[in-house]
């Protein structure tokens, strides 16, 4: 199959244009991450309190914040698995969660957590790392 070459520049022009799309879409994604780069979510099947300490010393903030591990119940709409949502952040002095973009954040729905994990919640919603 032959292709003439106004058919060929205009393929050409077009793929051009995709690509500059792309890269600006990409270039503007990496210039506006670094207002949210500190906060994260994955999902996981299992997770433990060995991943969850790991993630405070990585996302350590100094002395001055204490690390705080939130739990709640969630199912996911377009899954009807049952979830539990692990917020991971830091308190500042008076004990309010620092959620901001400036401030590490992660979330963790995972299906399964350890033993360990679930004792140190108990029966608890919240644990505080001092």
């Known amino acids: 199959m032959k292709m003439s070459k106004s058919l060929f520049l205009l393929l050409a022009g077009s793929i051009a244009i995709a690509s500059l799309a792309i890269a600006f ?12 780069k500190a906060v994260a979510e994955t999902r ?4 433990s309190l060995e991943e969850a300490i790991a993630w405070f010393k990585d996302n350590s903030l100094g002395n001055k914040h204490t690390a705080c591990l939130l739990r ?10 049952h ?11 008076s004990r309010n969660p ?23 919640f108990g029966d608890r919603k919240m644990i505080i790392f001092d």
């Open 44 to 47: 996981v099947e299992f997770y």
């Open 98 to 120: 620092l959620l901001g973009s400036n401030y590490p954040v992660l979330t963790v729905r995972t299906i399964n957590i350890d033993d360990d994990l679930r004792a140190a």
């Open 83 to 93: 979830y539990i949502k692990l917020q991971h952040c830091f308190l500042d002095e």
């Open 25 to 36: 879409y990409f270039l503007k994604q990496t210039s506006e991450s670094h207002v949210d």
């Open 72 to 81: 709640e119940e969630d199912s996911i709409v377009s899954k009807p698995q």
